[in-house]
């Protein structure tokens, strides 16, 4: 039986990939992917906002977007609750993202780095865990934390 930790490692792992891709638009490295509840993928997304002069164009924001398209048709009530889904993101969700991730009902987050500026997952704010919202996420945080951490560094290092 594959344990939680490897699971969870390697899902991390193709949010790094989608990390890695953003950076061939300039764009902040963090991925995401959105899995069924079987474990495959049903989306990815990436840092979009340099590419698409969006402000909301967040990897997770991308990944739930193309999830809910994916699954609308697919007998999943209207196709935007994730509610069987589990969200893999590089770095911890910021505020909108976490409102989205609430919003859209997916259950279980995982993430890689520490935002301690901006991070709503538990380090500076708490907004998926908040019991005044109408939903509760369970978080995994610090997967492959220092890669995702390392990755993010190298880039603002080579952008001074």
Request: aromatic share 4%; with cysteine.
């Amino acid at each position: 039986m594959i344990s939680r930790a490897s699971l969870h490692d390697a899902w991390m792992g193709l949010a790094l990939d989608e990390a890695r891709a953003a950076l061939t638009t300039a764009d902040v490295p963090i991925g995401a992917v959105v899995l069924g509840p079987d474990g495959s993928v049903i989306a990815q997304g990436r840092n979009r906002r340099e590419a698409d002069g969006d402000p909301t164009a967040h990897a997770e924001v991308e990944a739930i977007r193309a999830a809910a398209a994916a699954l609308r048709g697919t007998g999943n009530d209207d196709g935007w609750r994730l509610t069987d889904c589990t969200l893999v993101v590089t770095l911890e969700p910021c505020a909108m993202c976490a409102g989205a991730i609430v919003l859209a009902r997916i259950p279980r987050v995982v993430f890689g780095a520490w935002d301690e500026k901006a991070g709503a997952a538990g380090s500076v704010f708490d907004v998926l865990r908040e019991p005044r919202l109408n939903h509760f996420v369970e978080v995994h945080a610090g997967v492959r934390e220092q890669e995702c951490g390392d990755l993010l560094r190298s880039f603002f290092r080579d952008m001074r």
